[in-house]
């Protein structure tokens, strides 16, 4: 067993169940989560990074657009000089193996937990998640605009102030949870059974 803490009680890593990834637990873990390891001026989490790449993403692909970074509930979010440095001290083939396998491993639980199939090679996913990117470097850290992407990355920019940031994680968390909601209303996943539902049943 690889015991792990959520916000919904302790689960088992090496074998998750569909209430193990639940929204709230996903949402909450995400919420809390920095991205760029807590450098950006202020906390702007993988939860916020989630709904913009949703928001920059067509219709159809918007379910795994919300879940493309939802494996960072269960890994935590490892920035690349954290990843160059763990190549470093042994094999840059063995780390990235161990996190590719890692990573599909949890997406594949994840995409059938929430009836939703993992989309993450996706150009369109690709092309939102790395547009969210280059959003969150000038927004964040003033860098310079790729001209090939001007306009969708300036778009995506001015959704940044829109969605939550700072110190409210709560509001983050439930932004990704009502989104989750929404897109479950719209047929384009399912939400798994929270651990109490998953108990009386």
Request: negative net charge; aromatic residues 6%.
């Amino acid at each position: 067993m690889i015991p792990l803490h959520t916000a919904t009680g302790i689960i088992d890593l090496a074998a998750l169940r569909p209430e193990d990834m639940n929204a709230v637990a996903i949402g909450d873990a995400l919420a809390k989560l920095n991205r760029f390891a807590g450098r950006t001026p202020h906390p702007w989490s993988v939860a916020a990074h989630s709904l913009l790449v949703t928001a920059i993403s067509p219709i159809d692909l918007q379910g795994w657009a919300l879940l493309h970074d939802a494996h960072k509930a269960f890994l935590g979010d490892l920035i690349l000089p954290a990843v160059e440095f763990l190549s470093a001290s042994g094999s840059r083939v063995a780390v990235d193996h161990a996190m590719a396998n890692a990573r599909h491993r949890l997406e594949r639980a994840i995409g059938a937990a929430w009836e939703c199939a993992p989309r993450s090679h996706s150009l369109e996913i690709r092309r939102a998640d790395w547009i969210a990117y280059q959003a969150e470097l000038a927004f964040h850290f003033g860098e310079p605009i790729d001209p090939g992407e001007r306009e969708a990355i300036l778009r995506a920019c001015d959704l940044i102030p829109e969605l939550p940031q700072g110190a409210n994680w709560i509001a983050a968390r439930e932004a990704w949870i009502e989104r989750a909601d929404q897109l479950h209303t719209m047929g384009l996943l399912r939400l798994p059974p929270s651990p109490k539902a998953a108990t009386a049943a």
